[in-house]
């Protein structure tokens, strides 16, 4: 499944129609609204094109790059399972972390399946599938800081912990912005009653 969401990635970059000045503004306004605001235009300005300027294109290439993200980081913290004169204490804390990060992979995977089932649904039908990826999208950012929690204090420092956080947080700043923007069109979809218009 994870495949699958690295295909859609793909096929958005490759099947990118050129991007105009609008859809470039369009994703820099819409990351206003996130934490991290010049990570997300980053992120996603690659996808601009494709995106153009629709709230659940936008909201859907933002879990899909979040996807990616923790993919990379989880094979990067497996890694870490064997690195020579890993302390037990470490080891510990890289196994929990890396059970974390399968665990926000399946979850954020869920959120990409979901968004794409929802189709043009309205009334209840977006209001039980969007919590549902508002749900997993959150829960994913949760199994993010849970994986730094096991190297929480001083006897844990070092170039493990160092190497984990850096990129575990990287993750975790992806996905809150990947939230805000699901957030942000879940309510914008209910302010225009359901009836969201997209380019």
Known sequence: MALLCLSFLLLFTILS????????DFIKSSCRSTSYPELCVQCLSGYAGSIRQSERDLAQAAMSV???KAQSAA????KL????GIRRREYEAVRDCVENMGDSIDRLSRSVREMGRMGRAGGQDFTWHMSNVQTWVSAALTDESTCLDGFAGRAM???VKAAIKRRVNHVAQVTSNALALVNRFASRHRASGGTTVEP
Do not use: M, Q, Y
Request: charged share 25%; hydrophobic share 35%.
């Open 66 to 68: 979040s996807l990616a």
């Open 75 to 78: 094979e990067f913290v497996s």
């Open 81 to 84: 399972t064997k690195v020579r």
């Open 17 to 24: 129609p050129a991007e105009s000045a609008g859809d470039i």
């Open 157 to 159: 420092d070092g170039n």
